[in-house]
C-alpha cells in the first residue's frame, strides 16, 4: 500500500515539473519575443546602424545618378549646344515674322505662357514666364509672386461641373438584402410564441428572417422627392401557432415629399450640390446651382480668353524685345568698327609725329569699352532670343538663330474713345468675368434666404400589402 502511495506521489511531482517546465519555456518564448529588434517592412534589408548617411552607399537602390549612361529610366532629350558670347554665331538664320511668332506661340499653347507685367508695363519678375508649380516644392519662384499657367484643358475641366450639378437630378436605385438566423432558448412559452401542454425545459426557438429591398427615388425641379420602393420581408419560424412555417410579406411604397417653405441648413451639404441636405425649395432655387455650374464654366471660357490675349501680348513683347536687341547689338558693332579706325589713325599721326601718346592711349581705352559693350549686348541678344523661345515652346537651342524680320508699324492710330468704352464693357474678359461674379453671387444669396425660411413639408404615402408562403 505504501509503494502505491509512493508511486501516485512520484507520478503527480512528474506531472507538476513537466508543467513547471513548460510554462518556464512558454515565458522564456514570450519574453524573447517581446524583446527582439522590430525589423523593417522591408525584410531584405538590413536595419540601418549608423545615422551618417553611409547607409546611402550601402544602399544599391540609392546610387548617384550617372547622367551620360544608358542606364537611367527617362531618356534625356536631345538639346543642342547653347550659343555664348564666345561663340554667338549659328549654322543658320532663321528669319522669323511676327505672325509666325504668335503661330508658333499658339501652336505650343497647351500650357499658356505668360509674362506678368506690373503698373508700368515692366515685367515682375523678368521676362520669363510664370512657373507652373507655385506648391510648397515651387522654389523661389513662387515667393516672387508668379501665378500658376492655365492650360487648354480648363474649360472642359469647368464643364463638368454642370454634369455634376445635373446629376443631383438623376434617378437613384437603392436596393438591399439582409439575412438572419437565430436560435434563443425561453423558459417562458408565452415568450417562445408558443403553448405546450408538455412540461419542457428549454423551450427552443428558430427563427430565419429575410429583408429585400428596391427602390426608386428621384428630384424633382421643384425641390420634391418621389420614390417608389419594394419590400419583400420572409419569416421562418417553428412556433406552432403560424399558419404556415414560413411566410412572405410583400408591400410597394409610392412616398412623395415636397417642401412648401425653406430647406433644412446646410451643415454637410453644399449650395451647389441639389440633392444633399439642406437641398433649396422651389423652382428659381433649386435651379440656382446649375445656373451657378454654367457661370463657372462660362468664367472659364473668358478666363482662357484673358490668357490668350496676354499670350500673345507677351510674345508681341518678347518678339519686339528681340528686335531691339539686335538694333543695340549692331549699334555695338558699329561702335566698336569706328573705335578700331580711330585708334588706328591716332597710332599713324603718332608714328608721323603729329600724335601723342596720351591720344593713343585714350583710344584704346574707348576701344575696350566699346568691345566690352558689345560683349554684354551679345549676352543680351542670346538671353532675349532664349526668354521669346521659352515663350513660343521651343527648345533653348536648336543650331538657328532667330532674327525679327517683320518691320514695326509706322502708321499714327487715332482711336475713338465711345468705340473703345463699348468694345471694352462686351468684350473685355475682366469684365464679363466679374459680371459673372456679381451673378453667382446673387443665386447663391437667394439659396441662403431660401434656408432662412422655416422647414415646412408634405409628405404622402400609398403603400400596397401583399402576403404568401
Same mark, same amino acid.
Given at each position: 500500500?505504501?509503494?502505491?502511495?509512493?508511486?501516485?506521489?512520484?507520478?503527480?511531482?512528474?506531472?507538476?515539473?513537466?508543467?513547471?517546465?513548460?510554462?518556464?519555456?512558454?515565458?522564456?518564448?514570450?519574453?524573447?519575443?517581446?524583446?527582439?529588434?522590430?525589423?523593417?517592412?522591408?525584410?531584405?534589408?538590413?536595419?540601418?546602424?549608423?545615422?551618417?548617411?553611409?547607409?546611402?552607399?550601402?544602399?544599391?537602390?540609392?546610387?548617384?545618378?550617372?547622367?551620360?549612361?544608358?542606364?537611367?529610366?527617362?531618356?534625356?532629350?536631345?538639346?543642342?549646344?547653347?550659343?555664348?558670347?564666345?561663340?554667338?554665331?549659328?549654322?543658320?538664320?532663321?528669319?522669323?515674322?511676327?505672325?509666325?511668332?504668335?503661330?508658333?506661340?499658339?501652336?505650343?499653347?497647351?500650357?499658356?505662357?505668360?509674362?506678368?507685367?506690373?503698373?508700368?508695363?515692366?515685367?515682375?519678375?523678368?521676362?520669363?514666364?510664370?512657373?507652373?508649380?507655385?506648391?510648397?516644392?515651387?522654389?523661389?519662384?513662387? /515667393? *516672387?509672386?508668379?501665378?500658376?499657367?492655365?492650360?487648354?484643358?480648363?474649360? #472642359? +475641366? =469647368?464643364?463638368?461641373? @454642370?454634369? &455634376? $450639378?445635373?446629376?443631383?437630378?438623376?434617378?437613384?436605385?437603392?436596393? /438591399? *438584402?439582409?439575412?438572419?438566423?437565430?436560435?434563443?432558448?425561453?423558459?417562458? #412559452? +408565452? =415568450?417562445?410564441?408558443? @403553448?405546450? &401542454? $408538455?412540461?419542457?425545459?428549454?423551450?427552443?426557438?428558430?427563427?430565419?428572417?429575410?429583408?429585400?429591398?428596391?427602390?426608386?427615388?428621384?428630384?424633382?425641379?421643384?425641390?420634391?422627392?418621389?420614390?417608389?420602393?419594394?419590400?419583400?420581408?420572409?419569416?421562418?419560424?417553428?412556433?406552432?401557432?403560424?399558419?404556415?412555417?414560413?411566410?412572405?410579406?410583400?408591400?410597394?411604397?409610392?412616398?412623395?415629399?415636397?417642401?412648401?417653405?425653406?430647406?433644412?441648413?446646410?451643415?454637410?451639404?453644399?449650395?451647389?450640390?441639389?440633392?444633399?441636405?439642406?437641398?433649396?425649395?422651389?423652382?428659381?432655387?433649386?435651379?440656382?446651382?446649375?445656373?451657378?455650374?454654367?457661370?463657372?464654366?462660362?468664367?472659364?471660357?473668358?478666363?482662357?480668353?484673358?490668357?490668350?490675349?496676354?499670350?500673345?501680348?507677351?510674345?508681341?513683347?518678347?518678339?519686339?524685345?528681340?528686335?531691339?536687341?539686335?538694333?543695340?547689338?549692331?549699334?555695338?558693332?558699329?561702335?566698336?568698327?569706328?573705335?578700331?579706325?580711330?585708334?588706328?589713325?591716332?597710332?599713324?599721326?603718332?608714328?608721323?609725329?603729329?600724335?601723342?601718346?596720351?591720344?593713343?592711349?585714350?583710344?584704346?581705352?574707348?576701344?575696350?569699352?566699346?568691345?566690352?559693350?558689345?560683349?554684354?549686348?551679345?549676352?543680351?541678344?542670346?538671353?532675349?532670343?532664349?526668354?521669346?523661345?521659352?515663350?513660343?515652346?521651343?527648345?533653348?537651342?536648336?543650331?538657328?538663330?532667330?532674327?525679327?524680320?517683320?518691320?514695326?508699324?509706322?502708321?499714327?492710330?487715332?482711336?475713338?474713345?465711345?468705340?473703345?468704352?463699348?468694345?471694352?464693357?462686351?468684350?473685355?474678359?475682366?469684365?464679363?468675368?466679374?459680371?459673372?461674379?456679381?451673378?453667382?453671387?446673387?443665386?447663391?444669396?437667394?439659396?441662403?434666404?431660401?434656408?432662412?425660411?422655416?422647414?415646412?413639408?408634405?409628405?404622402?404615402?400609398?403603400?400596397?400589402?401583399?402576403?404568401?408562403?
Amino acid at each position: 500500500m505504501a509503494i502505491l502511495v509512493k508511486d501516485g506521489l512520484a507520478m503527480r511531482l512528474t506531472l507538476i515539473m513537466r508543467r513547471n517546465a513548460w510554462a518556464a519555456a512558454v515565458v522564456a518564448w514570450a519574453a524573447s519575443v517581446g524583446c527582439q529588434r522590430l525589423p523593417y517592412i522591408d525584410q531584405s534589408k538590413a536595419v540601418p546602424h549608423e545615422s551618417l548617411g553611409n547607409v546611402t552607399h550601402e544602399d544599391k537602390e540609392v546610387q548617384k545618378a550617372q547622367f551620360l549612361s544608358s542606364k537611367l529610366p527617362v531618356p534625356l532629350p536631345k538639346v543642342a549646344k547653347p550659343r555664348t558670347t564666345n561663340d554667338p554665331e549659328a549654322q543658320e538664320i532663321w528669319q522669323m515674322t511676327l505672325q509666325d511668332a504668335i503661330r508658333i506661340g499658339l501652336d505650343n499653347s497647351e500650357v499658356v505662357r505668360i509674362i506678368s507685367l506690373g503698373a508700368q508695363g515692366i515685367p515682375v519678375s523678368g521676362f520669363e514666364p510664370t512657373p507652373l508649380n507655385t506648391g510648397a516644392t515651387a522654389g523661389i519662384a513662387s /515667393s *516672387l509672386g508668379a501665378s500658376p499657367l492655365f492650360t487648354v484643358y480648363d474649360p #472642359a +475641366i =469647368q464643364e463638368t461641373q @454642370i454634369a &455634376t $450639378a445635373l446629376s443631383a437630378f438623376d434617378t437613384n436605385l437603392v436596393t /438591399s *438584402l439582409l439575412w438572419g438566423h437565430s436560435v434563443a432558448p425561453f423558459n417562458n #412559452a +408565452i =415568450q417562445a410564441g408558443t @403553448i405546450v &401542454t $408538455a412540461a419542457r425545459f428549454p423551450i427552443i426557438f428558430n427563427q430565419d428572417t429575410a429583408a429585400f429591398q428596391a427602390g426608386l427615388q428621384k428630384n424633382t425641379a421643384t425641390g420634391a422627392t418621389l420614390g417608389v420602393t419594394h419590400n419583400v420581408n420572409y419569416l421562418y419560424s417553428n412556433s406552432p401557432t403560424n399558419v404556415t412555417p414560413s411566410a412572405y410579406s410583400t408591400n410597394v411604397q409610392l412616398t412623395l415629399t415636397q417642401p412648401l417653405l425653406g430647406s433644412a441648413p446646410l451643415a454637410t451639404g453644399n449650395a451647389n450640390s441639389p440633392g444633399a441636405p439642406g437641398q433649396p425649395v422651389g423652382l428659381e432655387a433649386n435651379r440656382a446651382p446649375i445656373v451657378i455650374a454654367r457661370l463657372n464654366a462660362d468664367g472659364a471660357i473668358w478666363r482662357f480668353k484673358a490668357n490668350v490675349i496676354q499670350a500673345v501680348r507677351s510674345i508681341e513683347q518678347q518678339y519686339w524685345s528681340l528686335a531691339q536687341q539686335h538694333v543695340q547689338l549692331w549699334s555695338s558693332e558699329k561702335a566698336v568698327e569706328l573705335a578700331e579706325e580711330i585708334l588706328r589713325r591716332e597710332q599713324s599721326e603718332l608714328e608721323v609725329g603729329r600724335g601723342t601718346v596720351a591720344d593713343v592711349a585714350e583710344a584704346s581705352q574707348r576701344l575696350e569699352q566699346f568691345r566690352l559693350d558689345l560683349v554684354t549686348k551679345t549676352s543680351d541678344v542670346i538671353t532675349t532670343e532664349r526668354q521669346l523661345r521659352n515663350i513660343l515652346g521651343l527648345p533653348p537651342a536648336d543650331n538657328r538663330r532667330i532674327v525679327p524680320v517683320t518691320e514695326p508699324t509706322e502708321a499714327r492710330v487715332e482711336p475713338d474713345w465711345d468705340s473703345s468704352l463699348a468694345q471694352m464693357l462686351t468684350f473685355q474678359p475682366d469684365i464679363v468675368v466679374q459680371t459673372l461674379l456679381v451673378r453667382i453671387q446673387e443665386l447663391t444669396l437667394l439659396i441662403a434666404r431660401n434656408q432662412l425660411l422655416p422647414q415646412l413639408n408634405l409628405n404622402a404615402l400609398y403603400q400596397f400589402n401583399g402576403l404568401g408562403r
